[in-house]
């Protein structure tokens, strides 16, 4: 099994950054795709970002295309998710997320899941 733990979630104003880290253990964490999703009161949890195992592929959510650069460090088993530009329609609860085979906008392909981390962006 692969444990996900986010951190890096707080209160900024708008047009700040924040940067998300996403740190694994257990499992064979390099052999897993890693995907960031995001959850807002009321609303369904969507996609925003993902990258592949070996770092080199990544998709996008049109929202934060060209914002928000995912990116992952094996060695440390560490994935991160830089938020520029952020936006009042940012504000979320933010999941990392593992799964295998291919990268994959849908939360339903993603076998392992963190607990969440607070992003609030004011305006």
């Known amino acids: 099994q692969v444990q996900l733990v986010e951190s890096g979630g707080g209160l900024v104003q708008a047009g700040g950054s924040l940067r998300l880290s996403c740190a694994a253990s257990?499992?064979?964490?390099?052999?897993?795709?890693v995907g960031w999703f995001r959850q807002a009161p009321g609303k369904e949890r969507e996609f925003v970002a993902a990258?592949?195992?070996?770092?080199?592929?990544?998709m996008y959510a049109d929202s934060v295309k060209g914002r928000f650069p995912i990116s992952r460090d094996n060695a440390k088993k560490m994935v991160s998710l830089q938020m520029n530009s952020l936006n009042p329609e940012d504000t979320a609860v933010y999941y990392c997320?593992?799964?295998?085979?291919?990268?994959?906008?849908?939360?339903?392909?993603?076998?392992?899941w963190g607990h969440g981390t607070q992003v609030t962006v004011s305006s």
């Open positions: 990258i592949t195992w070996s770092g080199v592929s990544t």
């Open positions: 257990g499992g064979a964490f390099t052999l897993y795709n």
């Open positions: 997320a593992a799964g295998r085979g291919y990268l994959t906008r849908s939360p339903n392909d993603y076998e392992y």
